[in-house]
């Protein structure tokens, strides 16, 4: 029963505010921890290449109306925000759980904590 407790308590941490994660390990230094996350990088770096996509933005338009206190005299106003593209990488998902099964596999826990 400890991991549906843990999922409502991550779950209720992400809809409170933002969430910090960060890695732990009893007895970890900074400058292990340094070579860890190098080494975890390269790992996931080597397994699982960037595989950059592009990606469309729709665009929006939005209508605003603007009427004086007789309401008589009004204005419309039109906001237009043009489709865009932007790239993201396809396997960014997969290549950061390969980072957090070696930061694990090196003794490393992953912690959530709320930040205001």
């Known amino acids: 029963m400890v991991r549906p407790i843990f999922v409502a ?12 994660r960060y890695w ?8 292990e921890w340094e070579q860890v996350k190098a080494a975890c990088m390269l790992e ?3 397994k699982v290449p ?5 990606v469309l933005d729709p665009g929006s338009s939005r209508t ?6 007789s ?13 865009s ?11 950061d759980q390969v980072v957090r099964g070696c930061f694990a596999r090196h003794g490393w ?7 205001p």
Request: proline share 8%.
């Open 24 to 31: 732990e390990k009893p007895g970890g230094t900074p400058g």
């Open 71 to 83: 309401r008589r005299n009004c204005t419309t106003y039109d906001t237009v925000t043009p489709p």
């Open 9 to 20: 308590v991550g779950s209720a941490l992400l809809l409170a505010g933002c969430v910090e």
């Open 44 to 46: 996931g770096a080597g």
């Open 85 to 95: 593209y932007r790239q993201e990488d396809a396997n960014a998902d997969l290549r």
């Open 64 to 69: 605003s109306h603007y009427c004086d206190k």
């Open 50 to 54: 960037v595989v950059p996509v592009y």
């Open 109 to 115: 826990i992953e912690k959530m904590r709320s930040v």
